[in-house]
Each structure stands twice: as structure tokens, then as C-alpha cells.
């Protein structure tokens, strides 16, 4: 079946603009997890949802950052006002449920110039 | 915060060679599970480990959970040019935040 999907694979934007990603979870999972990745870094937890609920939003960096996942199946990540700092890999991942493996996207490569 | 440390960073080896990465934490965790990521790719999950003292096998892989669960550690034996990437160690902290480790990048020479 398929897999986690992300749009876009990559984006560039320029300072001060807004971008939003998309992950389209694997049919059935209800959690949701995204990840910023950092160049020779492991995964850094953003934010996780349980169906349209979000959770745990503590490893949001700032306000400039959030997250939705409305109907509990496609999630967005918008950043606000990008900065430079912003630029990492954006990956998403999906789960069964709370603690099951996670299946991770491909994820978006993000470059704010 | 709770963070999971990993030694080494980049290990170099020849093909048939064996290669080991350690996980290490200051606090006790509830699981721990473990990644590879291939260069270019997502990370993939290959294990997950409850219990203090499992140890679990994957064909050349073997899993650790240190009997404290402080720990853990990931074994290859003879390594494969397959076997290149990174592996990340990976734990949850209370409720589903998962936090991982920075990864062991391994380099196999054939």
C-alpha cells in the first residue's frame, strides 16, 4: 500500500514568507508526528497528533510555527515570516497508534534564502 | 530536556567487519527503538525494545537493552555494503514525544 506522502519534496522561499507543508499519513494511522532533521542530525520532534487533536506541541520552536490536521487524516505545517535558521528538512511520520512503529515520509527540504 | 547520547559518530570498517553503536541516557526510559536511514532516505524502524535486559535478533543484528534501561546498543556482524547509513536510537519521553539520538554514520569498505 502506500506510503507517507509529503508535498512539496522541496521548497525555496524567501525570507519573511510563508510556506506550508503537507504530509498525507498512511489510510488508518491516527497519530501523526512531525520531525525537523538538521543536516547529520537525528530527527528533532516538532508536534504529534491523536486523530485532529494535537497533543503535544512543545517541540515547536516558536509562534512562527504550527500545525493542523483537521479532518485526523492530512496534517499542514505552516511557518510564518521564514528566516534563514528555518532551512532543515521538514519529515513527517504516521502511526497505528500512540507508541506503535512510526512510518516516516520522505519528507520536504526546505531553503529560505 | 532528556536527551539520548550515541557513540561514535562515523565509524569506517571493512566489509565483513563488525560494527557496534551504543545509546546511552541519564534517566531510565520506557522503550527504546532504533532506526536506519540510508543516505538520501527516511529513516526506517527496524526494532523496539520494552523489557530491562531483551535482547533481540535481526539476521546480523542484535539488540540490547541494558538491564537498567539506560542503554542500549545495536551489533552487526560482518558487515555488508548493504549496511551503510546512519542509525538512530530513538526513545519516547513521556506521553509521544520521541526523541532521537544524533546517529552512528557507518562507512563499510568493500
Known amino acids: 500500500g502506500a506510503g507517507v506522502s509529503q508535498s512539496p519534496r522541496y521548497k525555496v522561499t524567501k525570507r519573511g514568507q510563508d510556506v506550508a507543508l503537507r504530509c498525507d499519513p498512511i489510510s488508518g494511522h491516527v497519530s501523526l508526528y512531525w520531525y525537523r532533521q538538521a543536516l547529520g542530525q537525528g530527527p528533532e520532534f516538532l508536534t504529534y497528533f491523536n486523530y485532529e487533536a494535537q497533543q503535544d506541541k512543545s517541540g515547536l520552536p516558536n509562534d512562527r510555527f504550527s500545525a493542523e490536521r483537521p479532518e485526523g487524516s492530512i496534517s499542514t505545517l505552516t511557518i510564518q515570516r521564514t528566516e534563514q535558521r528555518d532551512s532543515a528538512m521538514y519529515r513527517c511520520a504516521s502511526s497505528l497508534g500512540g507508541k506503535e512503529t512510526q512510518y516516516f515520509g520522505p519528507g520536504t527540504r526546505l531553503l529560505v534564502l | 530536556g532528556q536527551q539520548v547520547m550515541q557513540i561514535p559518530q562515523y565509524q569506517h570498517v571493512q566489509e565483513g567487519e563488525d560494527f557496534t553503536t551504543y545509546c546511552n541516557s541519564s534517566t531510565t526510559l520506557s522503550n527504546i527503538q532504533w532506526y536506519k536511514q540510508r543516505p538520501g532516505g527516511h529513516p526506517v524502524f527496524l526494532i523496539q525494545?520494552?523489557?530491562?535486559?531483551e535482547v533481540k535478533k535481526q539476521k546480523r543484528l542484535t539488540f540490547q537493552f541494558g538491564e537498567a534501561k539506560k542503554n542500549s546498543s545495536l551489533h552487526i556482524t560482518a558487515t555488508q555494503t548493504t549496511d551503510v547509513g546512519t542509525y538512530f536510537c530513538a526513545a519516547y519521553t513521556g506521553g509521544f514525544k520521541t526523541i532521537f539520538g544524533a546517529g552512528t554514520r557507518l562507512f563499510v569498505k568493500a
Open positions: 525494545l520494552v523489557k530491562s535486559g
